[in-house]
T-cell receptor, first 114, second 114 residues
Framework: AQKITQTQPGMFVQEKEAVTLDCTYD???????LFWYKQPSSGEMIFLIY??????QNATEGRYSLNFQKARKSANLVISASQLGDSAMYFC???????????FGAGTTVTVRA | NAGVMQNPRHLVRRRGQEARLRCSPM?????VYWYRQLPEEGLKFMVY????????ESGMPKERFSAEFPKEGPSILRIQQVVRGDSAAYFC????????????FGSGTQLSVL
C-alpha cells in the first residue's frame, strides 16, 4: 500500500496567491514525522518543513505552513503569497517510528503564473 | 542543505562501465543515506551508512551496487557494469543522528547510461 499519496500531479497558481498541496499518509505507528521538500528544475532537494506526529501546533516556516489533520491523516502544505521562484516539484515524505527511511509521494508540480 | 556536497553533478557512462558517485555530508553529520529517483517518481531509499559501517542496504540491488563510507573521505556509491535502467538521479542525505528531522539532501548526481 502507498504510504504517501499526493493526488495532484500538477497545479497552476497566480503569483501572490496561496496554494495548498495535498498529502495523505498511511501508518499504524503512533510516532512518525512528515516532511515536505521542494525540487526545482535544477534538481536539488530542498527541505521546507517538518511536522512531528506529537507536535501540538502546525509547523510553519516563513511562507510555508503545514495543515496537519491527524485524524484524517493528512499533512497539506500551504504556500502563501506565491512567487515565480516557487515553481517546482513538491514532495511529501514520511518517516515512521524509529525508522530512518523516508517514504516519498509521487510529487506535485506547481507552476506559478505572473 | 548546501552543506551536503555531491559530485559529479552529471555523469554519463556507457553500458558496462562503472559509475562512482561521491557524497560529503554536512559538517558534524555522521549518518549518510542514499536515495534514487527515477523519472517522474519520488525518491526511493537505497542504503544507510555510518562511518565505516553499512547499517541498512535493503533498498539497494544485490548485484552491481555497493556503498561505503570510510573513516576519512566521502561516502561512495558504486555501480558496476551499468545498464540503461540505472539512469536516474541519485541523492545523498545526511543527518547528525539517526532519525533526526534535520535531514538534508545534496543536489544529486544525474546518471545517464548510453
Amino acid at each position: 500500500a502507498q504510504k504517501i499519496t499526493q493526488t495532484q500531479p500538477g497545479m497552476f497558481v497566480q503569483e501572490k496567491e496561496a496554494v495548498t498541496l495535498d498529502c495523505t499518509y498511511d501508518t499504524s505507528d503512533p510516532s512518525y514525522g512528515l516532511f515536505w521538500y521542494k525540487q526545482p528544475s535544477s534538481g536539488e532537494m530542498i527541505f521546507l518543513i517538518y511536522q512531528g506526529s506529537y507536535d501540538q501546533q502546525n509547523a510553519t516556516e516563513g511562507r510555508y505552513s503545514l495543515n496537519f489533520q491527524k485524524a484524517r491523516k493528512s499533512a497539506n502544505l500551504v504556500i502563501s503569497a506565491s512567487q515565480l521562484g516557487d515553481s517546482a516539484m513538491y514532495f511529501c515524505a514520511m518517516r515512521e517510528g524509529d525508522d530512518y527511511k523516508l517514504s516519498f509521494g509521487a510529487g506535485t508540480t506547481v507552476t506559478v503564473r505572473a | 542543505n548546501a552543506g551536503v556536497m555531491q559530485n559529479p553533478r552529471h555523469l554519463v557512462r556507457r553500458r558496462g562501465q562503472e559509475a562512482r558517485l561521491r557524497c560529503s555530508p554536512m559538517k558534524g553529520h555522521s549518518h549518510v543515506y542514499w536515495y534514487r529517483q527515477l523519472p517522474e517518481e519520488g525518491l526511493k531509499f537505497m542504503v544507510y551508512l555510518q562511518k565505516e559501517n553499512i547499517i541498512d542496504e535493503s533498498g539497494m540491488p544485490k548485484e552491481r551496487f555497493s556503498a561505503e563510507f570510510p573513516k576519512e573521505g566521502p561516502s561512495i556509491l558504486r555501480i558496476q557494469q551499468v545498464v540503461r535502467g540505472d539512469s536516474a538521479a541519485y541523492f545523498c542525505a545526511s543527518s547528525p543522528i539517526q532519525g533526526s528531522e534535520k535531514l538534508f539532501f545534496g543536489s544529486g548526481t544525474q546518471l545517464s547510461v548510453l
